[in-house]
């Protein structure tokens, strides 16, 4: 079984729309949606939702009135502000668990709470892992980890060759999550210099865990000389350049309809160079 992740250094790259262009592309896939903080691919997969199992990844104090003697402590020691007239704030909470230590009637506890829901859907394409985060919670990374295992289990009991994943971005704990074990991952970069920055940062990441690496510049053509900058720069750290995808008023469209660009308008000049990609991807699978 292999796995591709599409990440890329900030959100807005285009890194969603390349993940369903090539789900489109695979044939037989199993799709897993790692950006648990803001998942969108479902917008383009149109997924019909099979089943859906909470995820508990974080725990919030709650103070038992009837052994607390309103000393005041826990209040104190909240450095979040979490605890006012010794009612705890769900959403200032923190479940760090120093409110449990100083309390000295022992009446604050910490429990867990759903701070999730992780999905698996059927799709056109594919079975689609997904997930969505609640409002204000953390632990993204094991919600992204989650999101994984279950697309691994779809494609061991379907019989899947290859489980793409639409990656975090950025290089915190759930773009770790998303990329660890991976075959391959396709960075996406726009052409600008904070653009090459975030290239060199998610590299660096990459090439820590000795991950494959291979890159994918997004409207290439609104700065060639950032383009060319970016070249040089794989260049020089030995990372292919699998494709420059134009700007194409086309990709809108698609979005807005709801649908891969490729799948809506295989013959416009985005989804070309997206084609073009996915066969290079496939070379490198084969490869490896």
Same mark, same amino acid.
């Given at each position: 079984m292999k796995q591709v992740a599409v990440v890329s250094g900030k959100g807005g790259t285009g890194k969603t729309s390349l993940a369903a262009s090539?789900?489109?592309?695979?044939?037989?896939v199993v799709v897993a949606d790692c950006d648990v903080d803001a998942a969108d691919l479902h917008l383009l997969l149109q997924p019909k939702i099979v089943s859906k199992q909470e995820f508990k990844g974080s725990k919030l104090a709650v103070i038992d009135d009837a052994k607390c003697i309103k000393c005041g402590l826990c209040e104190e020691a909240c450095r979040f502000s979490a605890i006012?007239?010794?009612?705890?704030d769900p959403l200032l909470c923190e479940g760090c668990g120093v409110c449990v230590h100083v309390c000295p009637e022992a009446a604050i506890t910490l429990k867990e709470k759903v701070a999730g829901y992780a999905y698996i859907s059927e799709t056109k394409y594919g079975p689609l892992s997904?997930?969505?985060?609640?409002?204000? %919670?953390? /632990?993204?990374g094991k919600l992204v980890t989650l999101v994984r295992r279950n697309a691994e289990e779809l494609a061991s009991k379907g019989?899947?060759?290859?489980?793409?994943?639409?990656?975090s971005p950025g290089i915190g704990c759930p773009v770790i999550a998303s990329l660890t074990g991976v075959d391959l991952a396709v960075i996406i970069v726009e052409p600008t210099m904070s653009g090459l920055h975030d290239l060199e940062r998610v590299l660096d990441?990459?090439?820590h865990f000795k991950i494959t690496s291979g890159v994918c510049? /997004?409207?290439?053509?609104?700065?060639?000389? /950032?383009? %060319?900058?970016?070249?040089?720069?794989?260049? %020089?750290?030995?990372?292919p350049i699998l494709g420059k995808i134009p700007f194409d008023?086309?990709?809108?469209?698609?979005?807005?309809?709801g649908k891969p660009v490729v799948e809506c308008f295989p013959a416009s000049p985005a989804s070309k160079q997206?084609?073009?990609?996915?066969?290079?991807?496939?070379?490198?699978?084969l490869e490896g």
């Open positions: 090539f789900a489109v592309l695979a044939g037989k006012k007239d010794l009612k705890i997904h997930a969505r985060l609640n409002a204000a %919670e953390a /632990n993204s019989d899947y060759d290859l489980i793409l994943i639409d990656g990441l990459t090439n510049i /997004n409207f290439y053509d609104i700065n060639e000389e /950032n383009t %060319e900058k970016i070249a040089a720069f794989c260049a %020089e750290r030995g990372v008023p086309s990709v809108t469209k698609a979005m807005v309809s997206i084609i073009d990609i996915w066969k290079q991807v496939k070379h490198i699978l």
